[in-house]
Nanobody, 124 residues
Framework: QVQLVESGGGLVQAGGSLRLSCAASGRTFSSYAMGWFRQAPGKEREFVAAISWIGDSTYYTDSVKGRFTISRDNAKNTLYLQMNSLKVADTAVYYC?????????????????WGQGTQVTVSS
């Protein structure tokens, strides 16, 4: 069992930056692929970024490429999402998720554990 707790969300102006963190419990964190997803009001949850178990492979949805960076520190059982050049369209609840596999998949249904989410609001 893995428990995930996100932090770092907040209100920021367009063009600003935020860094989300996801603290994971459990000794198997380092063997799991991890991802960030987001859900805006009235929309389905969507993939944002994912990272392999060792951190050597990363994946991004097109709308955040060049602006967001996913990373992980397995020694600290922590996943990160650095978000730069934020846009109003990035406003959403952001969730971290863990997959009971080392293989990265970009679909929501493939992830087994989810955090409670952290709100990111970008104002114009």
């Amino acid at each position: 069992q893995v428990q995930l707790v996100e932090s770092g969300g907040g209100l920021v102006q367009a063009g600003g930056s935020l860094r989300l963190s996801c603290a994971a419990s459990g000794r198997t964190f380092s063997s799991y692929a991890m991802g960030w997803f987001r859900q805006a009001p009235g929309k389905e949850r969507e993939f944002v970024a994912a990272i392999s178990w060792i951190g050597d492979s990363t994946y991004y949805t097109d709308s955040v490429k060049g602006r967001f960076t996913i990373s992980r520190d397995n020694a600290k059982n922590t996943l990160y999402l650095q978000m730069n050049s934020l846009k109003v369209a990035d406003t959403a609840v952001y969730y971290c998720a863990a997959r009971r596999s080392a293989i990265v998949v970009l679909t929501t249904a493939a992830y087994d554990y989810w955090g409670q989410g952290t709100q990111v609001t970008v104002s114009s």
